[in-house]
């Protein structure tokens, strides 16, 4: 029994190997995470704002091939994913980064997020009150000037909370680009850890790296929470924030008149 205990430590909390783990995951491994994290993020917004703003257009030929973009990238397996954009376009011949797997491994991730952003912005975009949008109609903005000085602002600080939230969830995410072979010095967390592992025939780096993402996450996902319960009570105590909003949002209106 003593044995077995014995390899079981070994196994997983070899503190020798996890000392020697740590440095290169800290010095290399979480940087390239966060980075990866950040372009992805970057890429994932700007595609969910666009497929969002499809997804609400009254023509069957802008909102079906984005219903269609957002149904495919959220029904396939994330690392399935990944693999077909980060291997399959280079083998395709079309090499946006160059050589560079970093800049297809944080455009998969982006591309594949922004699906779920959309949702995100959808949601946030209709919950905006119809009050609000016929107010600014009635001062005569087009459609396309309400969705920019009405819509998308008010709708934006809504989803404020759940966009943080998802940023987690691409953080984890990240560990899916060791697929698409990182050099040394662009591997992720658990890339580096993977390769320690092998190495040393022992799952020891994985635990390390594990440890640094709940560092990481566990105390995002607390202040998400928090952030998200704060929102809600501030509406619950401010009932008068609808009106503030359609006040502010008919200023804006007014002074992009005044200019134009």
């Known amino acids: 029994m003593f044995e077995g205990l014995q390899r079981v430590w070994e196994t997983f909390f070899n503190l020798d190997l996890i000392g020697q783990t740590l440095p290169t995951l800290l010095r290399v491994g979480l940087l390239n995470t966060l980075l990866l994290a950040v372009l992805a993020s970057v890429i994932g917004v700007v595609v969910g704002v666009v497929i969002a703003a499809g997804l609400m257009s009254s023509k069957v030929a802008v909102r079906l091939p984005c219903r269609v ?68 109609r009635s001062l005569g903005l087009s459609h396309l000037e309400t969705l920019r000085f009405v819509v998308f602002p008010t709708g934006a600080r809504r989803v404020l ?76 105590d401010a009932p008068a924030d609808s009106a503030t909003d359609s006040a502010t949002d008919r200023d804006r209106a007014l002074a992009h008149q005044g200019t134009g």
Do not use: C
């Not at 690392?79 to 980060?86: A, E, F, M, N, S």
């Not at 160059?98 to 491994?105: K, L, N, P, V």
């Open 69 to 136: 973009y957002v149904d495919v990238l959220r029904g396939l397996p994330h690392i399935l994913t990944v693999y077909l954009v980060g291997q399959g376009l280079p083998l395709a011949g079309i090499t946006l980064f160059g050589e560079s797997t970093y800049g297809y491994a944080a455009l998969a991730i982006g591309l594949l997020e922004g699906a779920y952003m959309a949702e995100i912005f959808r949601a946030g975009f209709q919950s905006v009150e119809k009050g609000q949008t016929e107010a600014a």
């Open 161 to 236: 909370p759940p966009l943080t939230g998802q940023f987690i969830l691409v953080i984890k995410g990240t560990a899916l680009v060791y697929l698409l072979g990182l050099t040394a010095g662009q591997r992720e967390m658990f890339a580096i850890a993977q390769d320690t592992a092998i190495v040393n025939a022992s799952l020891s780096p994985l635990v390390a790296a594990g440890l640094l993402f709940l560092a990481i996450t566990v105390p995002m996902t607390y202040a998400v929470n928090a952030w998200e319960r704060r929102l809600r009570d501030g509406r619950k």
